[in-house]
């Protein structure tokens, strides 16, 4: 009797575990505070409105460790936070350079790197673009406002709520982005004060503000990366069908379009 009970709760745990594997697990960088790992929930939830599982990764404190934990996930999302570290693309800090992480940069860039060896896809977002570039060899702007040729003609900062949009960005036709979104110019949120300046070898942009400021850059087809300055997040988590693609997107370059393996039935097998 114990026997046929330990060997039903082994066939559902093993039900559930093919089950659970069709949605692929999306790891979110995070960050911390007062001894807290922080990300905002409209990460996860635009995560699990397209069809993932998120994963919180900490902050990894070498890089085998950031490798193994990549090597556990399907994907990989880059999240906003901190200013780069200017000292990571060889320049002095600016005066108007903001708060910097450098424990963060150092994980987040062998999350990336893990992800890249590794060829699991992943999405930047605002600081995790920056990252990414960085990461890659390109530079940035420490800070648009004093540093941007000609100034920032729009405002990349916005005064108001993350689910509305304040500029547009125009989108490269030939471009992952564009077949994914299938807009050449759309609306966009915005905060930041940070920018790529040199895009890093191997990428390309693929989206730019009117003012010219980068607003996303791809490493396709060397890296499946793809890294977007503004937050598609606020509106895929409010249930926006327009920027859940993007997260969709990323969903399928991890796996997630394989087709959906059938429930077993647990009632069928019998341990003798
Ligand atoms: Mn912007």
């Known amino acids: 009797m114990k026997f046929r009970l330990f060997g039903f709760v082994l066939m559902l745990c093993t039900g ?10 999306i790891g979110i960088s995070t960050g911390f505070g007062d001894n807290t790992v922080t990300v905002r929930y409209t990460y996860t939830e635009a995560v699990i409105n397209a069809g993932g599982i998120p994963v919180l990764l ?34 002095e800090p600016a005066m108007a350079l903001g708060g910097v992480n450098v424990a963060r940069d150092k994980s987040d860039m062998w999350l990336l790197q893990s992800a890249a060896k590794l060829g699991k896809p992943v999405l930047g ?36 709520g993350g689910a509305e949009p304040v ?7 030939d471009s992952r982005l564009y077949e994914i979104l299938g807009e050449e110019q759309v609306a966009v949120n915005s905060f930041h004060h940070q920018a790529v300046k040199d895009v890093a ?28 300055q503004w ?3 606020y509106f895929a988590q409010q249930g926006n069908d327009f920027w859940k693609k993007l997260f969709q997107d990323l969903i399928i370059r991890a796996g997630g379009d394989k087709p959906i393996m059938k429930k077993p039935d647990v009632r069928q097998p019998k341990i003798r």
Not at 167 to 173: L, Q, R, T
Request: with cysteine; net charge negative; charged share 20%.
């Open 201 to 228: 070898p191997d990428f390309k942009v693929v989206a730019t503000a009117p003012d010219g400021v980068v607003e996303a850059i791809e490493g396709f087809p060397k890296y499946d990366i793809l890294a977007v």
């Open 58 to 91: 900490p902050l990894a404190k070498d890089s085998l460790t950031a490798a193994e934990t990549i090597s556990r996930v399907d994907a990989l999302i880059l999240s906003g936070g901190e200013d780069v570290h200017p000292f990571n693309y060889g320049e």
């Open 231 to 233: 937050h598609p997040e």
């Open 16 to 25: 559930m575990s093919v089950w659970a594997q069709q949605k692929p697990l």
């Open 167 to 173: 500029h547009h960005v125009n989108v490269v036709k």
């Open 125 to 160: 977002i605002c600081r995790g673009e920056q990252l990414t570039n960085v990461t890659f060899g390109g530079t940035l702007y420490q800070d648009l406002p004093s540093q941007f040729p000609n100034k920032p003609v729009v405002q990349h900062n916005q005064k108001f």
